[in-house]
C-alpha cells in the first residue's frame, strides 16, 4: 500500500535519498527543508512530490508543513526525522551557545516535529515514527561531544516514547547510521569550536586532517542505506532499532560487551545495596 512519508532535512545528504527511494518504491513524498527549491531541485521533479518550507526549530513551521502535507495527501503514514547540524570540537572549546544550538536542531527540532505529526498518526491509529541517530548516538568519541549529547538524547526520548503511542498503532524506529559518503564532514556541515584553547591545539591539528581525508570516501552507500530502511519500514514489523553500516555493527557490539562487562564489574558492591530486611 502507498505511504506518505514526512522527511525532514531533504535538501541534500541523507534526506534526498530516502525522499527518491520512496518515491521509486511508489510512496507519495512530503519533502522539507528551509529553502523548497533546493529541495525540489536535490530530489527531482515528481508527480507525488511536495516540497515545503520547514526550519524544524521553529514550531510553528512543522505545524503548518504538517497542515500542508494534510491538505495535499490527506494522511501521513511516516515521520523521517532526519534533518542535523554537525558540531565538531573539544567539550571545551564549544561555547555554551554552541552546544545549545546543536541540541536545539538534532533534539528539540525532531522534538518540534514530532510533536506536531503525532495527533495525526493518534488520529490514523497507525504510523511510523523514524529518527535517524547515529552511531555516536550510543558510542561517544572525543570531538564530538556536543554532537553524541544529542543523538543520546534522542535515543532516550524515542525509547520512552515507543511505549507512550504504542497503543495507538505507532511504531518507533531509531537508525543507527555508521560513516556513510554524505556532506557530513564538508567544510560547509561542520561547526567548528568557537573557542580555542592552547592543551587541546595539537590534537585538534591531527583529527581535522584525518576527517578532510576521510570525507568522500566513507565506505557507506546513502542510496543503499535508504533502500534498505524502505524496506524495513514496509515490513509487518519494522525494528525498534537499525544499526546501519558494518562500522556501526561493529561498534555498538563493542559498546554492548562493555557494557554488559561494567554492569558486572562490582557484584559485591552493585548488587547488595537494597535495605537490610527487617527480622
Known amino acids: 500500500m502507498s505511504k506518505v512519508y514526512f522527511i525532514t532535512g531533504s535538501s541534500r545528504g541523507m534526506g534526498v535519498d530516502i525522499a527518491r527511494v520512496a518515491l521509486a518504491a511508489g510512496h507519495q513524498v512530503v519533502a522539507t527543508g528551509r529553502q523548497p527549491a533546493a529541495v525540489a531541485a536535490a530530489v527531482g521533479a515528481h508527480e507525488h512530490l511536495l516540497a515545503l518550507q520547514l526550519d524544524i526549530t521553529v514550531p510553528s513551521e512543522a505545524e503548518a508543513a504538517v497542515q500542508a502535507a494534510l491538505d495535499r495527501f490527506g494522511r501521513i503514514d511516516v515521520l523521517i526525522n532526519n534533518a542535523a547540524s554537525f558540531q565538531a570540537g573539544f567539550f571545551e572549546e564549544v561555547s555554551p551557545e554552541q552546544f545549545r544550538a546543536q541540541l536545539e536542531v538534532n533534539f528539540f527540532g525532531a522534538l518540534n516535529v514530532t510533536r506536531a505529526v503525532l495527533p495525526v498518526l493518534r488520529r490514523q491509529r497507525r504510523g511510523q515514527v523514524v529518527t535517524m541517530s547515529s552511531t555516536a548516538g550510543v558510542v561517544a568519541g572525543e570531538f564530538t561531544s556536543a ?8 535515543e532516550g526520548w524515542m525509547e520512552a516514547l515507543r511505549p ?80 546501519a553500516g558494518k562500522d556501526a555493527v561493529q561498534g555498538v557490539t563493542q559498546k554492548a560487551e562493555a557494557l554488559r562487562a561494567q554492569a558486572n564489574a562490582f557484584p559485591e558492591l552493585s548488587t547488595t545495596l537494597d535495605h537490610e530486611q527487617a527480622s
Do not use: C, H
Not at 554532537?147 to 534522542?154: C, G, N, R, V
Open 147 to 154: 554532537y553524541a549529547a544529542s543523538k543520546f538524547a534522542l
Open 164 to 243: 507512550e503511542v504504542a497503543p495507538y498503532g505507532i511504531t518507533i524506529t531509531v537508525v543507527e547510521p555508521g560513516f556513510f559518503r554524505t556532506q557530513l564532514l564538508e567544510k560547509e556541515s561542520t561547526i567548528l569550536p568557537a573557542l580555542s584553547l592552547d592543551d587541546y591545539a595539537e590534537r585538534t591539528r591531527q583529527i581535522l586532517p584525518a576527517w578532510a581525508e576521510m570525507n568522500g570516501r566513507q565506505a557507506g552507500d546513502p542510496a543503499k542505506l535508504a533502500r534498505a530502511l524502505v524496506t524495513l519500514l514496509d515490513s509487518p514489523k519494522p525494528p525498534e532499532r537499525w544499526v
